[in-house]
């Protein structure tokens, strides 16, 4: 097995046993070096502000675990420096939308992502930016 594929490993196994991520129910739906589609669905008990449509911190979580996961492909540990979010539109309940985390900057000491989250239609409902710190290396 290559380092590579020891790495992607290392990180479903990760992923699958992270309190928060299986908290918001995100997936992993694809994985790459740089970058990284996660689901989760938008549930009325779970997901969602006293409008009933997603809440925006439900939304940030799910951009920043992305980004943050589109690090780790390089097998970098990365903790959020700073982040920014642009809400497009509203997100009602659904079965799942998709966020894309892409790496733009691998720096020795930061790094920088951006990541995407659409629903089905593929309409664009998020678009983020964060700048991560380096604290180390997996495996």
């Known amino acids: 097995m290559t380092k590579q594929e020891q790495l992607k490993t290392h990180l479903y196994e990760l992923y699958a046993h992270n309190p928060f991520v299986n908290l918001l129910q995100m997936k992993i739906e694809e994985l790459g070096e740089g970058t990284v589609k996660l689901s989760m669905p938008v549930l009325a008990d779970k997901h969602t502000n006293l409008y009933n449509m997603a809440h925006g911190g439900a939304l940030a ?15 970098k540990k990365v903790v959020t420096l700073d982040m920014n979010l642009n809400y497009i539109r509203g997100v009602e309940c659904q079965e799942a939308i998709i966020a894309t985390g892409t790496l733009i900057h691998n720096g020795r000491s930061t790094m920088v992502a951006e990541a995407e989250i659409v629903n089905s239609s ?17 495996l």
């Open 122 to 138: 593929c309409n664009l409902l998020v678009k983020a930016r964060a700048t991560f710190f380096v604290t180390g290396t997996f």
């Open 61 to 75: 979580s799910l951009a920043d675990t992305a980004m943050g996961m589109a690090c780790a492909t390089t097998g």
